[in-house]
């Protein structure tokens, strides 16, 4: 089936480094533009950023412009979310999900904690 | 950015009852509007896109409707697997997609 599943949250500092992952199965990944988005304990969606499906059009949120990389690997099926300068702020669960005017399907989410 | 705003925030409602959630837009989307479910500790999942097009899958107990700035999710005879976050999210100018602020159903 349609799958689309995260990896690489955790643990990091304040000013620190991480790298999520997303997997993506039961579909032609390479047609697709695929996004990121977030949402931080117990408040509302926020979208991240978006990657077209060769990866030629990629934009960003103002909150993460300048610390977020996307980047996809079309023989992988796999998309990337590199996060540098990580603030408190960037401490949500992250989605990925396929799409690129409504989402469907998403991921299960991983966990980013920012803290010292 | 299109700022979507959604009421009620909370809502408390019985088994069986019809539920209405409206989200106004800042500005005209068209019918460039998505509903979302999501229950605690997981993923969102569609429900409507293109404001009144049902997902594949989805109870038609749900509906959508609405066009430019005011749009409607109702919800005709709440079952119990219904109670969750409900958000609206716009696609009509992008990016970047906004969402929102939720609306949680929740047991009366």
């Known amino acids: 089936q349609v799958q689309l599943v995260e990896s690489g949250g955790g643990l990091v500092e304040p000013g620190g480094s991480l790298r999520l992952s997303c997997a993506a199965s039961?579909?032609?990944?390479?047609?697709?533009?695929v996004s990121w988005f977030r949402q931080a304990p117990g408040k509302g969606l926020e979208w991240v950023s978006y990657?077209?499906?060769?990866?030629?059009?990629?934009y960003y949120a103002d909150s993460v412009k300048g610390r977020f990389t996307i980047s996809r690997d079309n023989a992988k099926n796999s998309l990337y979310l590199q996060m540098n300068s990580l603030r408190a702020e960037d401490t949500a669960v992250y989605y990925c999900?396929?799409?690129?005017?409504?989402?469907?399907?998403w991921g299960q989410g991983t966990l980013v904690t920012v803290s010292s | 950015a299109i700022q979507l705003t959604q009421s009620p925030s909370s809502l408390s409602a019985s088994v069986g009852d019809r539920v209405t959630i409206t989200c106004r837009a800042s500005?005209?989307?068209?019918?460039?509007l998505a509903w979302y479910q999501q229950k605690p500790g997981k993923a969102p999942k569609v429900l409507i896109y293109?404001?009144?097009i049902l997902e594949s899958g989805v109870p038609s107990r749900f509906s959508g409707s609405g066009s430019g700035t005011d749009f409607t999710l109702t919800i005709s005879s709440l079952q119990p697997e219904d109670f969750a976050t409900y958000y609206c999210?716009?696609?009509?100018?992008?990016?970047?997609?906004?969402f929102g602020q939720g609306t949680k159903l929740e047991i009366k």
């Open positions: 999900a396929r799409g690129h005017t409504w989402f469907d399907p």
């Open positions: 039961g579909f032609t990944f390479s047609d697709y533009y």
């Open positions: 990657i077209s499906s060769s990866g030629s059009n990629i």
């Open positions: 500005q005209g989307i068209s019918s460039a």
């Open positions: 293109d404001a009144s």
């Open positions: 999210q716009q696609f009509n100018t992008y990016p970047p997609y906004t």
